[in-house]
């Protein structure tokens, strides 16, 4: 059955990939835009709002007049060129901006909500791959404490409510066109300039999700599953020491250095030894069994090689 379904985090890397789905399966898209000029070469909406998240009067006002059957909050904040206030900035607009759209849609009798967070956020205990009911890591050291307690709060805001429905989506590494890891990205160029090395024998794990599936899990979930979270990852979790020489050597890069933990902790942020040599993966299996979902990208060594126009795709 078609839907009215407005979109929060449109212009982004998994906004633009997913109106066209929405307006495929015949949907009505509202795009909320941070200003008019946005919209221009934007594919898939049918109508266009002019709104910030951090906003709430205003958001009231644009949601109400929408009158969405579902909300879709893809919003975050981690493009720029410091990391730390890419978390920073993308913790409040998750937890204040995600909250804020959990509100404007339960004034407005809205259904359900979607909204995106991150398997990044898990705790690295027990399991190597973590289900859903694995606890997030809020009392994590520092500013990844800070915002690992915004996700949890953002996520709890979400599904936690008895006047509507909310299904939070945890993604893995996003990658595919206009991420970190296409040319240009984070990592992509960390990885060109020997900035990601392997450190000791590269056990942190990484679960990645191609965008397109991203946006496929945010397609089915409009109208399938319960209230509650589920991880939106491939079927590969790769520790470093596999993923980072073989993402290296398909971009023509430098192979990784090798350094000690120790080295590591001197010379990198805590963050990315956190990333490199205990991280966890995920496990996409209740978004499996329940609603069937598949993802299009079931390893991220086809991803990648498709990207970099090694495999034919
Ligand atoms: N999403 C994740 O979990 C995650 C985690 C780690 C790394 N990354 C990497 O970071 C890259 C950057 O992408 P991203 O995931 O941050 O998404 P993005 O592609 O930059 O999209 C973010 C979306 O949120 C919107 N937005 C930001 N602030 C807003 C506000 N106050 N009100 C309304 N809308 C607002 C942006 O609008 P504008 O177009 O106006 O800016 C944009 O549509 C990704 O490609 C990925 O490689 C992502």
């Known amino acids: 059955m078609p839907l009215r379904v407005f979109v929060a985090g449109a212009t982004g890397v998994v906004g633009r990939t997913l109106l066209p789905r929405l307006r495929q399966r015949g949907h009505h898209v509202t795009a909320l835009l941070r200003t008019a000029g946005r919209a221009q070469g934007l594919p ?3 109508e266009v709002v002019v709104g910030d998240v951090l906003d709430l009067p205003r958001l009231r006002q644009v949601v109400r007049h929408a009158e969405p059957d579902v909300v879709v909050a893809q919003v975050s904040g981690f493009r720029g060129p410091d990391y730390d206030d890419a978390l920073a900035r993308t913790a409040r607009l998750w937890e204040d901006g995600t909250r804020n759209l959990v509100a404007a849609a339960a004034e407005a009798g809205v259904r359900r909500v979607v909204a995106q967070s991150m398997v990044a956020a898990y705790c690295p205990n027990g399991h190597d791959v973590l289900d859903e009911d694995s606890p997030l890591w809020i ?51 960390q990885v060109r300039g020997s900035a990601l090395p392997l450190v000791t024998d590269g056990v942190g794990l990484t679960s990645f999700t191609h965008v397109e599936d991203a946006a496929s899990a945010v397609v089915e979930v409009l109208t399938a599953g319960e209230t509650g979270t589920y991880n939106v990852v491939d079927n590969e979790p790769a520790e470093c020491a596999e993923w980072l020489p073989a993402y290296a050597r398909m971009i023509g890069g430098p192979a990784p250095l090798s350094l000690t933990l120790d080295q590591a902790r001197a010379q990198l942020d805590w963050l990315t030894v956190h990333r490199l040599t205990e991280q966890r993966g995920a496990t996409n299996f209740r978004l499996r069994e329940t609603l069937g979902w598949r993802p299009g990208w079931p390893s991220w060594r086809e991803g990648f090689a498709t990207m970099f126009g090694l495999w034919p795709g």
């Open 44 to 46: 898939g909406a049918d």
């Open 139 to 189: 009392d994590a050291p520092g500013r990844w404490g800070e915002a690992v307690r915004a996700v949890a709060g953002m996520e709890s805001a979400v599904v936690d409510r008895s006047d509507l429905e909310g299904v939070v989506l945890r993604y893995g590494s996003l990658y595919g066109p206009n991420t970190w890891y296409a040319p240009g990205g984070l990592v992509h160029e």
